[in-house]
Each structure stands twice: as C-alpha cells, then as structure tokens.
C-alpha cells in the first residue's frame, strides 16, 4: 500500500488526509500543534459549503451571518443583507472537525514536527521530532511558515500580509468591514460562538502599525482590547509576478493551500482555497497511479483551469481596489454604489457569497452596469480598474 505523509493538520492538510484514506490508500498526518486558533474570521463563502456540503452540514458549532456593513472613511457605511449567509466558525472548531474526518476516514494521525525531507529514489525520507519514517508521497500543508525551504511556495516580503486582532468576549449579528486611508487591506468584525474575532490584515505595513490601527478602531467602537487574546499570523499575498513562477509541486509533492500562497490577493480569503486544493491535489495524485502521468504537471494544470488564474488577476487588481481613482478613494466609490445602485449591491452579494470571480467581472460591470448616472460612472471608473489582457481569459 502506498504511503502519503501529509505535512500539516490545518485544513488543507486534513482535508487532503481525508480524501487520500477514503480512495484506500495510507495517509498519516504529521503537524505539531493539530487544531489550533488564528485571528482570521473563519467565514465559509456559499462557494465553499455548496460545493463541499459537509461545511454546512455537521455539529461543529457555527454562526449563520446574515448581514454584513461595509464602511469608509468618508463616505460611511452601507449595510447588506446577505442572500447566501456566511458561515463562521472558530478555527480551531473547524480544523478540529476536519481533522475527526480525516481520522473517521482511516487516516493516521500523529502529533509532531517535521524537521527534514530527503528525497530517496522514489521515497521520502522524513525526519520527525519523534524518529523517521518513509514515505511514497508528500502532500505539504504546512501554512505560510513553512520550515522547508525545498517544497512549497517561496514567499519574499511583497508576497506575503499580515493578519492580527484580538477575540473580544462580546457579540453582534453583523460582519463589519471596515476599510482605511493608504491600506491595502482591511479591519473586520466577525462574529463567532462565544466571542467577536476583531483584526486586521494589510500589506505592506509594519504589524505594530497594524495593530495601532486596529486598536483605534476598537476604542472608537468600544471593542474591548483589555482582558481580550491576542494572536498573529502570516498570510500568503502574492504579488502577480510571484503567480508565474509560483512553486506548487515537484516530484514526489504537492503543495495546498497556504504552503502553495492560494489565498485570494484582495481579499485575503484562503479556506475555500485550502479545501479546493487538497481536493485538485488529490485528484493528481490518483492521476498519476492510474495514468502513469506526473502528478506535479497535471496538479498545475488543474489549479490553473480551477482558480489560479483568477488569483493571478486578483493580484494585479488588489493595489487598484485599495488606491484611488479620479473619482477618489475606490472603497468609499464602492460603499457610495452600493448604497445607490441595486445592480451593484447584486454585484456585491456575489463578491460576498464567491460565485464572481474577478476573471468575468469587467464584462459584468461593462454589460450590465450601464443604467442611469450612478451606473455610468461605475461603468466608467470601475471597468479601468480591471487590465485589458483579462478579458483573454474570460
């Protein structure tokens, strides 16, 4: 029976481990820490839960989000009811049910960390804090950390923000977003079982200026910072030249989520990509025992023709959604539009649920955003927003 050592127990990881033990081959997960918390929100989009229904469909404790608010400095708020609500769980909930899976499934789990890797004819030689152990295949889901530098995405600091905030032992119904002056990302208020997670993310800023930020936020909201955890984490955020030369697999390997920088560029989003992955992942593994076929090539090719290629525009997007325009700051243009346009607050819905992907949003906005004064100039200074060449590969 073929081995596949899957580095990393967080969702991609277990998710991965799961399919491997279900198609009868021997998976055994290796992470040191298992199920633990992170300061993202932990909202599962429409996209992810009507694709993989088990998201909606278990025990695990959750919060069924149905309106999010949206706000500006400079041009307010705007509060959205929300078609398909978002789930949100705790991470450390989450990654603990997708772990049972995985063991539910036949997969071993083990508590440990990988130290090494060397590669032996067509074996992996592992070096674990416990021993060593062999293995057929590697499945390397070892987050934005990642220790071993010869497998995974290679991130450099423009390829990469930070997340951060605080559980705050309070509650509220409504996600709120709030974006900031001269940031490439946001704060946001997501309510959990027990708890607000309140943080921030953005690119190109040193964390503590992050976290003053976030911090002002809150006294000004009254989010308790005192008494309240605080947690940290790296995020993936490719800039568009890191996408071409993005280093997913090699021989004997596959890399998923955050290991492979498969979190959206704009919005920072990467459980639905983690759980995606492992999926395409594992369909290249079994491509290759069937078909004699590179794994590695044929995993590419499948992430591409998936979303890779919308990541890749999303990135080329990201600076332009979180700069300015003739027509001012485009968060406050998007908050302002939402208010008044009923097309775009639909298109907004979407962007919300994930069914609109940046590949097929200049056609949108350009066909069917062409109504009246508001739509016109939505029209006009959105559809700059979006490069020419994507429409290649719409």
Known sequence: MKTVAVLGGGPAGAFAAEQIARQGLRAIVLDEKLAWEKPCGGGVTYKAYNQYQFLRENDTPKRFVHETSLASTGAGSVSLKLDSPLIVYSRMDLNQMLLSRAIAAGAQVEKTRVTGMQRNGEQWDLQTRHGKMTA???????????????????????????????????????????????????????????????????????????????????????????????????????????????????????????????????TGEGLYYAIRSADLAVQALFNELRNNEMAAAFYRRLLRRDFANDLELGSRLAKRVFGRTFFGAVPSRMIQLTRRSPRFKSLMQDLFSGTQNYLTLKRRLLTNLNGGLVDMVLSFSFSRLIPRSSTSNE
């Open 136 to 266: 057929d295949y590697c499945i390397v889901a070892t987050g934005a950390r990642n220790p071993l530098r010869d497998v995974g995405t290679r991130l450099s600091s423009n390829d990469t923000m930070v997340a951060l905030g605080y559980y705050v032992p309070q509650q509220q119904e409504r996600i709120d977003i709030q974006f900031l002056p001269e940031l490439e990302g946001y704060i946001w208020v997501f309510p959990r079982c027990g708890h607000l997670s309140v943080g921030i993310c953005g690119k190109g800023e040193p964390a503590s200026s992050l976290r003053r930020r976030l911090e002002a936020y809150m006294h000004e909201k009254d989010l308790r910072c005192d008494g309240s955890t605080f947690y940290s984490h790296l995020l993936p955020s490719l800039d568009t030249p890191a996408w071409q030369q993005n280093r997913v697999a090699g021989p004997g390997w596959l890399a998923v989520g955050d290991a492979a920088g498969l979190v959206d560029p704009i």
